[in-house]
């Protein structure tokens, strides 16, 4: 039986368990659930706060977990410390950064005027590793969330925390300073050395099915022969597009998958080479 931890609440919840159902598995009915069998896939579902996912996965007790980057990284143990997860395949969602940002009215602008002040955030492991490495001496304030209020009420001279839009910052009247610290997403997390079983490679191939159908498109064109190549140089496909003959003497018709950010400046392009009756369709499921 394969046992996976998915986010019970939190940002990632949702798209987690929308990821994993569009892949075939059998997701809980309400947000009380705390696991769900699901028998036809011989696999069992729990539902832990996004924090903790990693330990779990690390102790071995379940076998995968979906979490994001930067808590897998909060909470691995330092090295030599204990068994670890490590970072499977990155699933398209949850994209974040986590940076620092101070008062846009303090004179703190730059990343090394942080020496001496204090830091308020909820990724404290992620934050001192940091400044142990940037040799910055600073103060860790450790809180739970709202962080971004931290300097208005004292406790803290700048943050380092979560920035998605960067609307929370903006309201609490804090700018950004220097690069991100580390950009996230939601990941799938396995333990560290544990053996690639049969079920664990299938939910792979589910999920990389669910990111393609989610990214590509497939892309239909007719063309005459001559512009063959300079056509399907545009549109190479990801093996090599299908080329068939059109009952049309000296005219093929193409199929090939693309980007779906690309559709338009593609089709564009096709038409101006001279391709016609060029048709975009939806990638329903995959396997690549
Ligand atoms: N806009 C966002 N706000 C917060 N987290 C985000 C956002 N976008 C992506 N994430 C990711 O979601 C995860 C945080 O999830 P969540 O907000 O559930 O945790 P939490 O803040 O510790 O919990 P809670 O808010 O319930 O106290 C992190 O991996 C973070 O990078
Ligand atoms: O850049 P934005 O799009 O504004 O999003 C980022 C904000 O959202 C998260 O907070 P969350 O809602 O998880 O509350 P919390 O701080 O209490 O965890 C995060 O900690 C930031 O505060
Ligand atoms: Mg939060």
């Not at 564009?268 to 391709?275: H, I, N, S, V, Y």
Request: hydrophobic residues 45%.
């Amino acid at each position: 039986m394969l046992r996976i931890a998915v986010p019970n609440k939190g940002v990632l919840s949702e798209p987690a368990a929308e990821m994993l159902a569009e892949s075939g598995y059998r997701q809980r009915r309400s947000t009380k659930d705390l696991a769900v069998l699901d028998p036809e896939n011989d696999t069992e579902f729990f539902y832990l706060r996004p924090r903790d996912i990693a330990v779990y996965v690390a102790a071995g007790t379940l076998d995968v977990g979906i979490t994001g980057r930067d808590m897998l990284l909060e909470t691995a143990p330092a090295d030599g410390e204990g068994p670890a997860a490590v970072e499977v395949m990155p699933l398209g969602f949850g994209h974040s950064s986590f940076r620092f940002a101070s008062p846009v009215e303090s004179d703190i602008e730059r990343v090394d005027q942080l020496a001496g002040k204090r830091i308020a955030t909820a990724y404290p492991v992620l934050l001192q590793r940091f400044l142990d490495d940037a040799g910055i001496s600073a103060g860790v304030v450790k809180l739970d969330g709202a962080v971004e209020t931290a300097c208005r009420l004292g406790v803290a001279d700048a943050v380092c925390d979560v920035v998605e839009t960067g609307t929370t910052l903006r309201a609490a009247g804090l700018h950004i300073i220097g690069d991100p610290v580390l950009t996230s997403e939601a990941v799938l997390v396995r333990r560290q050395g544990a053996e690639e079983i049969p079920a664990v490679a299938q939910l792979r191939r589910r999920l990389r099915g669910v990111l393609v159908a989610r990214q590509y498109v497939m892309l239909d064109y007719d063309c005459p022969n001559d512009l063959l190549e300079k056509a399907t140089a545009v549109t190479p496909g990801i093996e090599g597009p299908t080329v068939s003959p059109l009952q049309t003497p000296g005219w093929s018709a193409v199929r090939a998958m693309i980007a779906r950010t690309e559709t338009n400046r593609v089709m564009d392009e096709l038409w101006e080479l001279g391709a016609r009756a060029i048709l975009v369709t939806s990638i329903h499921a995959s396997r690549i």
